[in-house]
């Protein structure tokens, strides 16, 4: 039997904001997601526990089936790992976007106008973090390039940090003042934010965004901080091998974490203009040496952040045709499989942040298809049945 997750990150909405009554999974053409439901079962699965912050970590995590009460230690340290950092149990690490603030001469009164720095690219954000290195790095203090805005800071052998970060998503449109760090420590890391605009103000890469309409990387920003995770390989877990289809450094982390075969494809970048077909052949591809793959997409959250009610409703249009393709192509190897399609968590338009209510899910068993007869919506799949928590999919998934 094969196995195959396609999680729409933040594909779940609510029936609020510019598109209410209706959600994006309500107006999108998706006659293949359909399809899959009415053929498979329907329902809806709490993916983020009681007393955890909403975010697609911990939700991934208990997607591929792990108790992020038992293995979670923090972001950052599971983007690390799709870095190629080697971690030491006293390391701490945080991510660090690139963002562009509205400034203010007094700096708490700036604006966060974009978490992304207009989806700034990898390679421009190379050359900026090289420059940030030089300027505010130290032997125990480096700065590593993720992918697009998402990067990382590296602190070596630091006890611990006191101190409390906000996620800069969560704070579009408002003065930065009070989500600048908090705590003990939180001055040391809100003046690196400081400092780091200055640094950027001239730099060769902003000058350049800036002639082409682009917005510029005005600051640095931490969030996600932990330390080295405490991942169980999914092999020793659960008796299969995988691959991880993701743009994002996140998922790859986790990938690597418990040992998945970490694919990469050409084209991607984890949002709406991302290569989905190339993802999908990729995960079918992948069927020939895994039991197991997990194929995710990072655009409808980006477009959840961004209050972008088209661009949502075009990004589940998109996996739409994956999910097809995978299908189909499935169907041709004819080798039973088990195809599951869900978000991790909300990203309702009209917040533009996450919540960690129950979302909905598909799963399709080739050999026992249970025709419940249901599309995929939230509101359909509150008909179907309900998981307690993320790790029941793959369980239900593997008839555990």
Not at 118 to 128: H, K, M, P, V
Not at 132 to 140: F, M, P, R, S, V
Not at 237 to 242: E, N, Q
Not at 279 to 296: C, Q, R, S, T
């Amino acid at each position: 039997m094969k196995y195959i997750i396609v999680l729409g990150d933040g594909m779940a909405d609510v029936p609020k904001g510019p598109l209410a009554p209706k959600t994006p999974l309500d107006l999108a053409k998706k006659p293949n997601i359909d399809k899959l439901a009415r053929d498979g079962e329907v329902g809806m699965i709490a993916t983020v526990d009681a007393g955890l912050k909403p975010g697609s970590d911990v939700a991934n995590l208990s997607v591929l089936g792990y108790d992020p009460k038992e293995c979670y230690t923090g972001r950052s340290p599971l983007e690390a790992l799709s870095i190629g950092l080697d971690l030491d149990a006293d390391d701490i690490c945080m991510r660090t976007n690139l963002v562009t603030l509205n400034i203010n001469l007094n700096f708490s009164k700036s604006i966060l106008t974009d978490y992304s720095a207009g989806e700034i690219s990898t390679e421009e954000s190379a050359e900026i973090f090289k420059t940030i290195n030089e300027k505010l790095g130290t032997e125990l203090r480096q700065f590593y390039t993720g992918v697009s805005y998402r990067n990382c800071l590296l602190l070596k052998h630091r006890v611990s940090v006191d101190a409390t970060f906000t996620p800069p998503h969560d704070i579009q449109g408002k003065a930065i003042g009070e989500y600048l760090p908090q705590g003990k420590d939180g001055a040391e890391f809100a003046s690196l934010i400081e400092k780091s605009v200055s640094i950027l103000a001239k730099h060769p890469v902003n000058l350049k965004r800036i002639a082409e309409g682009k917005n510029p990387a005005t600051a640095i920003w931490f969030w996600g901080m932990g330390t080295k995770p405490k991942l169980e390989p999914l092999k020793d877990k659960y008796g299969l091998t995988g691959a991880m289809i993701s743009a994002t450094d996140l998922l790859r982390g986790i990938g690597k974490g418990i040992g998945m075969d970490v694919i990469n494809v050409e084209g991607v970048t984890g949002t709406v203009k991302t290569n989905f077909m190339g993802k999908a052949k990729a995960a079918v591809e992948a069927m020939d040496g895994h039991d197991f793959a997990f194929v995710h997409f990072e655009a409808p959250d980006e477009c959840g952040h961004q209050g972008d009610a088209p661009g949502k409703i075009l990004s589940i249009e998109k996996i739409d045709e994956v999910v097809g393709y995978i299908r189909e192509q499935m169907e041709k190897r004819g080798e039973p499989f088990v195809l599951a399609v869900l978000p991790d968590h909300q990203t309702p338009l009209y917040l533009r942040t996450h919540v960690g209510a129950p979302v909905p899910f598909i799963v399709y068993n080739s050999l026992h298809p249970a025709k419940c007869g249901l599309t995929y919506s939230e509101r359909t799949a509150e008909k179907g049945i309900y998981l307690s928590n993320g790790r029941a999919l793959i369980k239900m998934m593997i008839n555990e």
